[in-house]
C-alpha cells in the first residue's frame, strides 16, 4: 500500500454531467500528479503540484478539466461537461523534493454514457 | 521527446520459471531514471524496481532485476522464481528531468503466470 487514496473508486456519469475526484496523498509527499490511463495504454501525464501550486498542466488538459490542491495536502479533479471520450481511468501520484519515485493511488474509473 | 516502447503486448511464464519483459526508450538526455511498476488487475500500480542511468550497475530487488543497455536505450525487466502473484501489467517509465519530474509511460505487458 503506497498510503495515496482517491475517491470514489468508480464513477458512472452521464454526458453532460460534471464530476470531481479526490486524492489524498500522504503528508510527505509535497508533490503531487494526475495521470489518465485509457484502455491498453499507459498512464499519460495531466498536471502536477509542488504544495499548492499548480506547476504544469498537459495539452491533453482541456480547458473542461481544473484541478486544485489546496493547502498543499488534497487535490482535486474536475471535469466539466464530460464526454463519452473522458472515459478513463484517472490516477494521481505522490512525491517529495529529491526523491524520484512517485507513488500511485488506486485510481478513480469513470465511465462516461 | 522522449518515448518508451514496450513491443510485448502479452507474455505467458510458467510458475517457478523466468521471463524477460522488454523496453527500450528514446532520448537525448545523459541524466534520467527507468523505472518498472507493476498494475494488478482492479488494484493500483507499485513500483517495482528502479535505475539510475548513472549507474552502470544493474538494479535488482529481490527476484527481480533489470538489465539496463544505455548506449542501445534498453531496459529489460526479468522476473525469476515466477510466482501465480507476478501476474499484472507491466509498465516501463521514463522520467522526464527538469523542474516536473513526469514519468512517460509505455503501453505496458501483460504477464500471465501458469501454474
Known amino acids: 500500500d503506497t498510503g495515496v487514496s482517491q475517491n470514489p473508486r468508480h464513477k458512472i456519469t452521464k454526458r453532460g454531467q460534471n464530476v470531481t475526484f479526490r486524492c489524498d496523498p500522504i503528508?510527505?509527499?509535497?508533490?503531487l500528479y494526475w495521470y489518465r490511463q485509457t484502455l491498453g495504454q499507459g498512464p499519460e501525464f495531466l498536471t502536477y503540484f509542488q504544495n499548492e501550486a499548480q506547476l504544469e498542466k498537459s495539452r491533453l488538459l482541456s480547458d473542461r478539466f481544473s484541478a486544485e490542491r489546496p493547502k498543499g495536502s488534497f487535490s482535486t479533479l474536475e471535469i466539466q461537461r464530460t464526454e463519452q471520450g473522458d472515459s478513463a481511468m484517472y490516477l494521481c501520484a505522490g512525491g517529495r523534493d529529491l526523491q524520484e519515485t512517485q507513488y500511485f493511488g488506486p485510481g478513480t474509473r469513470l465511465l462516461v454514457l | 521527446a522522449q518515448t518508451v516502447t514496450q513491443s510485448q503486448p502479452e507474455m505467458s511464464v510458467q510458475e517457478a520459471e523466468t521471463v524477460t519483459l522488454s523496453c527500450t526508450y528514446d532520448t537525448s538526455e545523459s541524466d534520467y531514471y527507468l523505472f518498472w511498476y507493476k498494475q494488478p488487475p482492479s488494484r493500483q500500480m507499485i513500483l517495482v524496481i528502479r535505475q539510475e542511468a548513472y549507474k552502470q550497475q544493474n538494479a535488482t530487488e529481490n527476484r527481480f532485476s533489470v538489465n539496463f543497455q544505455k548506449a542501445a536505450k534498453s531496459f529489460s525487466l526479468k522476473i525469476s522464481d515466477s510466482q501465480l502473484g507476478d501476474a499484472a501489467m507491466y509498465f516501463c517509465?521514463?522520467?522526464?528531468?527538469?523542474?516536473?519530474?513526469?514519468?512517460?509511460f509505455g503501453t505496458g505487458t501483460l504477464l500471465a503466470v501458469q501454474p
Open positions: 503528508s510527505e509527499h509535497n508533490r
Open positions: 517509465a521514463y522520467l522526464m528531468g527538469g523542474a516536473t519530474n513526469k514519468l512517460i
